[in-house]
């Protein structure tokens, strides 16, 4: 089944201990989709500004990924620029252009009204919330948000936890969301806030998902699931991990017949597989030749190196 | 098989965010011979003072572990102070009175030298190779050490890495030893220094292990293996909670056969399962009242919570 997508499609400028590179193709959405088409059929919706060219969308177009829900705005693309040189694991944020981005109005083209999978990623709460009334048919939400909303904008991103069957978060989000620094009490305290299900992501440590009794259709709550990560030798740009996890995650979802447990499990060990693609190059340099195969073949890797 | 294990047997000063405590039971040596008691027959051998009474050794005594290695000096035993209140992952050392611990020359009781494992856990790498040469036909060693070893001692300790089946160390640990910041390059780094195997230990995260051909007999080299760890409502005590990974691990590697990559990977469960208790609450509180029925459940708790 089809996912539609909402949020960034950008231009990131980083460095990293392995080099240096200006306004390569970004964005959660983009990172996201590129993921989540080794699973399903994904439709993005986006804004991009006068600088995002043919080159650009067949990055997309070449995974399948149906571009129709791009906007094209005057003026330049979304743009990020983020240093990783003092710790892999945290962007200093250097710059945040938001140009085209800064007046998004994200509007569901009708052909995709009908997809019954939906990804909110990170951006404006109101405009998560507002994407998700435009889809209102849609079966399953997931979702992302980030310390800026959870922090200047919770009033506003209450209503959207509200909505998610999924929310993906990382650690330091979920402690801040809950106010407990224990992640067992601090994941409880965020299903209390209405997701369904949580995901929590410890960067290169894995990944832990916390249930409630909403998660699924037997209404029996189930006890956390851990997936780990792969060790890789490089990892050359951390940018679009998180997103591509939730692309393996969410698209191996939308192509099962039904959100059981095993399936909500072995989604977590795709995600982490996408995301171990991700960081090998810098933006979506090793995602674009990434082939189905690896993809296989790192699943059973992962599952390997963790099961007895 | 019987473990003798050789290090610490201490009282620890504590603070953490759950509260304070004096003199508590602790030390490398007895968090490790409690862990690797469900599952073995250990013997310790250590060195106490004055202060170490009939209470404290029956501490070990009640889950069967030999204390006759336990050697009496004039003076008080080893004591610790630390904090928890600015990380529960890392404590800041307050103070170390190593007292009658200072002048510890372990001296073997000839009653133990038949034992075929033998545990090393932190302490001077020139009392741990003497303790190996004690032990002669002790058919595996494995072993522990920390950052001060590693920083200041270096050359005392790169021959114990050459004697050691299995080295014990957290990630912090790796990058220093191997100066590498990548993990599986610090493995691969560290590997070649001469342990057999490695075990990575994350906190909170879980662990990683890594292999070398010579880890197993039939010479062929293993892809890294994870261990999860469980999310516990409340982590009241980090203290011992590695050397409870280790008696867990290894107390189960001597209770099998033979060491398979199979036994390998669920001794790092029990590893897991042991650090789980210790940490719930201060000193050996927990792991008195831990048992083999609970050691059972969490085993199959963490095999459940981590398996598609």
Known sequence: MSIVVVGSVAFDSLETPSGVRERVLGGAATHFSLAASYFTDVRVVGVVGDDFLPEHEKVMTAKCVDTRG????????????????????????????????????????????????????????????????????????????????????????????????????????????????????????????????????HGEYGSTAYFSERSFADGVARKPFRAPTLPLEEVVDPTGAGDSFAGGFYGYVASQPALTPEVFRTAMFYGSVMGSFAVEAFGTERMQRTTKAEVDERFLHLREMSHL
């Open 70 to 201: 791009i906007e094209r705005a005057e003026g330049k693309s979304f743009h990020w620029k983020g240093s990783y040189l003092t710790d892999l694991n945290a962007a200093d944020t250097l710059a945040t252009d938001l140009n085209v981005f800064a007046t998004f109005a994200p509007k569901i083209p009708t052909e995709f009204l009908e997809s019954q999978y939906l990804f909110l990623a990170n951006i404006d709460p109101v405009l998560q919330l507002d994407v998700r009334q435009q889809m209102k048919s849609a079966k399953m939400v997931a979702g992302d948000t980030m310390n800026y909303w959870i922090g200047a904008h919770r009033e506003k991103l209450l209503p959207v936890l509200r909505e998610l069957d999924v929310l993906l978060i990382n650690d330091g989000e979920a402690r801040m969301l809950s106010g407990e620094s224990n992640g067992l009490r601090a994941a409880e305290a965020v299903l209390k806030l209405g997701p369904k299900s949580l995901i929590v992501k």
